[in-house]
T-cell receptor
Framework: EAQVTQNPRYLITVTGKKLTVTCSQNMNHEYMSWYRQDPGLGLRQIYYSMNVEVTDKGDVPEGYKVSRKEKRNFPLILESPSPNQTSLYFC????WGQGASWNYGYTFGSGTRLTVV | ELKVEQNPLFLSMQEGKNYTIYCNYSTTSDRLYWYRQDPGKSLESLFVLLSNGAVKQEGRLMASLDTKARLSTLHITAAVHDLSATYFCAVPAFSSASKIIFGSGTRLSIRP
């Protein structure tokens, strides 16, 4: 089944304790992205990657890191989480290039609800 | 900068009624997407509209795209409770080529 897999689904952590949220897709998509969703603020892009070793900042990158060492994986790293990073996080992927850019929109992962206390 | 606006933001309606959600966007695009999100869940792709005049239907939902007016509509026919969810429209930001911009979402509540 074609899908984007995020782990964990739920995470409660303490301020300053480094964490990683994993994201993996099995559709051979070039484009991957991380969003956070907060009440009243909608979906905001954190980082994106248009291919292996190519990453760039989205609208709210502060406090986050990403890497794209393999095409299928795009982990989100919080080096020193703070309470304002409490949110619902989504990984998304899309086919890109070869004339298919944005022809399919995003496929979303199931989400990670992060609470930082 | 591309802006995507939906209205209404909240909609409470009775089962059996028809209604339309509107999505306006501020810059040229010939692609638009509709997603559904249930509370606490992920976003599920409903429709992908790829050209002016595109119309797609799935069950009681029908989406259309008018690129000249920069407007998409999501029409609900004879609503049923199972359609209660938040609906998002989204448009790719071609100028930056880096992302899809989402509307604020329309929270739809269908009561018996």
């Amino acid at each position: 089944e074609a899908q984007v897999t995020q782990n964990p689904r739920y995470l409660i952590t303490v301020t300053g304790k480094k964490l990683t949220v994993t994201c993996s897709q099995n559709m051979n998509h070039e484009y991957m992205s991380w969003y956070r969703q907060d009440p009243g603020l909608g979906l905001r892009q954190i980082y994106y990657s248009m291919n292996v070793e190519v990453t760039d900042k989205g609208d709210v990158p502060e406090g986050y890191k990403v890497s794209r060492k393999e095409k299928r994986n795009f982990p989100l790293i919080l080096e020193s989480p703070s309470p304002n990073q409490t949110s619902l996080y989504f990984c998304a992927s899309s086919l890109w290039g070869q004339g298919a850019s944005w022809n399919y929109g995003y496929t979303f992962g199931s989400g990670t609800r992060l609470t930082v206390v | 900068e591309l802006k995507v606006e939906q209205n209404p933001l909240f909609l409470s309606m009775q089962e059996g009624k028809n209604y339309t959600i509107y999505c306006n966007y501020s810059t040229t695009s010939d692609r638009l997407y509709w997603y559904r999100q249930d509370p606490g869940k992920s976003l599920e792709s409903l429709f992908v509209l790829l050209s002016n005049g595109a119309v797609k239907q799935e069950g009681r939902l029908m989406a259309s795209l008018d690129t000249k007016a920069r407007l998409s509509t999501l029409h609900i026919t004879a609503a049923v409770h199972d359609l209660s969810a938040t609906y998002f429209c989204a448009v790719p930001a071609f100028s930056s080529a880096s992302k899809i911009i989402f509307g604020s979402g329309t929270r739809l509540s269908i009561r018996p």
